[in-house]
């Protein structure tokens, strides 16, 4: 297995104790973080290695991954796994499993990389690479349908362990709000590169729409030492830091939207989070100039917004690189704030939304790669039973 990044290694833990529940004695190894090591993952690399920000990052790191990306086909070329998954981080698996499939090993990939948003020319290295595909919305399996690619749609795991009804009251108890408090929850990203873009642009939407309800708190949950050190060094620069009603947080990102009247919040999982929890949101997030204009002129769809993208429809707010000024931002938020009907309203769709990605996805997923690791175990011989 290979996973990166945080949200890679909850994904693959998840599916390494639901594959273990029927195959008990399987062993599991490769590319993984802690929560994957806690089910018994032999970690021969760590999954932050896989973490990059941005093309500079990733061009700048492109000799020591590739390197280790080759030892790692030279030891399972010898070892021949039942089955090799790929959990996400697509730039770094598909070239790993195109080589794996030649080995007739299966190669099975988890998380559908976004060709549905931009790069769709990538499904055609994805059929050379991928046994099979395992998506976490349901939109993407028409894709690979028309690719010959099988695939399984298998729900999104988020949907499996937020509640249906959020707890508001108790997550305000837990962070010592007042039930009756109006409260905005600000997520600038969870890389440095997000927080570093984005701190500064929410810190003023903070001071701009506090002027217009003086009585806002604003939570911000930072996952890591270093992205609450960035949005700290932001927050120092103003005047006003010390008279802004502002809460940093370390991680208790649930909490905070939970608790939330309204959600600031970067593009990325965290909008599905948000949705998830049913709470009103604003989408923002600014990238470097060109990076911008290339990313813009290579996507195929109107919305950068998961809960706008699965919906099709507009239903949340999105402002984007220069059209997200402070202004606009709390202008936004001040919408929200003051229409309780349209809140009710989008918590229904929300909802709606719920229960369509709530699939138990580790099952599932589990279920889907049961029978490869098991005709694989059985072409080879008793001895490669137990390999994942």
Request: proline letters at 6%; hydrophobic letters at 45%.
């Amino acid at each position: 297995m290979v996973a990166g990044e945080a949200s890679g290694d909850l994904l693959a833990s998840h599916l390494i104790r639901a594959i273990r529940a029927h195959l008990p004695d399987a062993r599991f190894y490769g590319i993984g973080g802690p929560k994957m090591q806690a089910e018994g993952f032999e970690a021969l690399w760590p999954s932050e290695l896989l973490a990059v920000n941005g093309y500079a990052d990733a061009l700048g790191r492109l000799r020591s991954l590739s390197g280790i990306r080759r030892k790692l086909l030279r030891d399972i070329r010898k070892t021949r796994p039942a089955a090799f998954i790929g959990v996400d981080a697509p730039d770094f698996n598909l070239w790993l499993e195109t080589k794996i499939k030649a080995e007739d090993i299966p190669a099975i990939h988890f998380v559908s990389p976004s060709i549905w948003a931009w790069r769709g020319k990538r499904v055609k290295t994805i059929a050379r690479a991928v046994t099979h595909m395992l998506c976490l919305f349901p939109f993407e399996m028409p894709i690979y349908e028309r690719a010959g690619i099988p695939a399984t749609y298998v729900g999104h795991p988020l949907a499996d362990v937020l509640p249906m009804e959020p707890k508001r009251l108790a997550a305000r108890e837990r962070l010592e709000i007042p039930p009756d408090a109006t409260v905005v929850a600000l997520l600038p990203g969870s890389r440095q590169s997000e927080v570093e873009n984005l701190a500064d642009s929410f810190i003023s939407a903070a001071e701009v729409l506090v002027r217009r309800r003086p009585d806002t708190t604003f939570l911000v949950p930072l996952a890591t030492r270093e992205t609450r050190e960035i949005f700290t060094e932001h927050l120092s620069r103003r005047d006003s830091a010390e008279e802004l009603p502002l809460r940093l947080l370390f991680g208790h990102a649930v909490d905070a939207m939970t608790a939330a009247d309204a959600v600031l919040v970067a593009s990325g999982t965290a909008c599905l989070e948000a949705a998830l929890l049913k709470r009103p949101m604003v989408i923002c997030y600014r990238m470097g100039k060109w990076q911008f204009r290339l990313v813009k002129r290579m996507a195929y769809l109107p919305w950068v917004g998961l809960p706008n993208i699965l919906l099709n429809e507009l239903v949340v707010p999105e402002l984007l690189q220069d059209d997200a000024t402070p202004e606009a931002l709390a202008e936004a938020l001040d919408r929200w704030l003051g229409d309780a009907d349209a809140c009710a309203a989008l918590a229904d769709r929300f909802t709606a939304l719920h229960m369509e990605l709530r699939r138990g996805t580790a099952e599932r997923a589990a279920n889907v790669i049961l029978p490869y690791l098991r005709d694989n175990a059985d072409e080879t011989g008793s001895s490669k039973t137990g390999n994942g």
